[in-house]
C-alpha cells in the first residue's frame, strides 16, 4: 500500500529563517511526486511535479528535490506570504488513473 | 489560465436532505477526481472519471453516487445527508495522459 509521510507536522519560522520539509514515501514504483500548497479553506495549489531520483525544481523561494525514498521542499528566505500548509503527494507507476495519495500536510507559519 | 470552476462554493443543508457538487474541469482535461477532506485533514479520494467512464473508486459512502457527462463536467450526488459530511469537497483535473492534478477553490458543505 503506498503510504506518504510528511515531518514536521508545523513549523514555525522567523521571516528569512531558511528551513526544509520532508516528504517520505513507499510505493511499489514511483510515477510522480506532487508538491501543494493549501491556505485554510482553500483547494491545494499545485507547486511541482518530481518524476526521478535526482531531479529538482525550483519556483520563487521553494525548491523541490527528490531522492529513491524522499523529497525535500527547500525554503529560503521565506515570507510571511508563504505561510500555508504544503502538501506531498505521490501516484504509483502501476496504476492507471488512480488518485493522489497525500501526507498530512506540515503547516508552516512564518513571523515577521 | 483557465482554472477548475466548482458551484456553489458554499452550501448549508438539514440531515437526511440531498445535495449536488458541480465540476467544470480545465478545458481538454478528460479526468476529473472528487476529494472530501474534513477539518486539519488531509483530502481524501472519493471517485474519479477519465472519458466519462468511472475510474476508480475510494471511500465513497453509497449514499454518494457521481458521473462525468459528455461535456465533461461532473457531478457529486449526496443523499441522505448526515453530521458527518460536513466537510470541504474537492474535485480536481487532469489532462492526457493523466498526470498532474490541478484543484478547484472546493465546495465547503455544511449539514446541520
Known amino acids: 500500500e503506498d503510504q506518504v509521510t510528511q515531518s514536521p507536522e508545523a513549523l514555525r519560522l522567523q521571516e528569512g529563517e531558511s528551513s526544509s520539509l520532508n516528504c517520505s514515501y513507499t510505493v511499489s514504483g514511483l510515477r510522480g511526486l506532487f508538491w501543494y500548497r493549501q491556505d485554510p479553506g482553500k483547494g491545494p495549489e499545485f507547486l511541482f511535479t518530481?518524476?526521478?531520483a535526482g531531479e529538482e525544481k525550483e519556483k520563487e523561494r521553494l525548491k523541490a528535490t527528490l531522492t529513491k525514498k524522499e523529497s525535500f521542499l527547500h525554503i529560503t528566505a521565506p515570507k510571511p506570504e508563504d505561510s500555508a500548509t504544503y502538501l506531498c503527494a505521490v501516484r504509483d507507476l502501476n496504476s492507471g488513473n488512480t488518485p493522489l495519495v497525500f501526507g498530512k500536510g506540515t503547516r508552516l507559519s512564518v513571523i515577521a | 489560465a483557465a482554472g477548475v470552476i466548482q458551484s456553489p462554493r458554499h452550501l448549508i443543508k438539514e440531515k437526511r436532505e440531498t445535495a449536488t457538487l458541480k465540476c467544470y474541469p480545465i478545458?481538454?482535461?478528460?479526468?476529473v477526481y472528487w476529494y472530501q477532506q474534513g477539518p486539519g485533514q488531509d483530502p481524501q479520494f472519493l471517485i474519479s472519471?477519465?472519458?466519462?467512464?468511472?475510474?476508480d473508486k475510494g471511500s465513497i459512502p453509497d449514499r454518494f453516487s457521481a458521473q462525468q457527462f459528455s461535456d465533461y463536467h461532473s457531478e457529486l450526488n449526496m443523499s441522505s445527508l448526515e453530521l458527518g459530511d460536513s466537510a470541504l469537497y474537492f474535485c480536481?483535473?487532469?489532462?492526457?495522459?493523466?498526470?498532474?492534478?490541478?484543484f478547484g477553490p472546493g465546495t465547503r458543505l455544511t449539514v446541520l
Open positions: 478545458p481538454r482535461h478528460d479526468t
Open positions: 518530481l518524476y526521478s
Open positions: 472519471f477519465y472519458e466519462k467512464m468511472q475510474s
Open positions: 480536481a483535473s487532469s489532462p492526457p495522459p493523466p498526470d498532474t492534478q490541478y
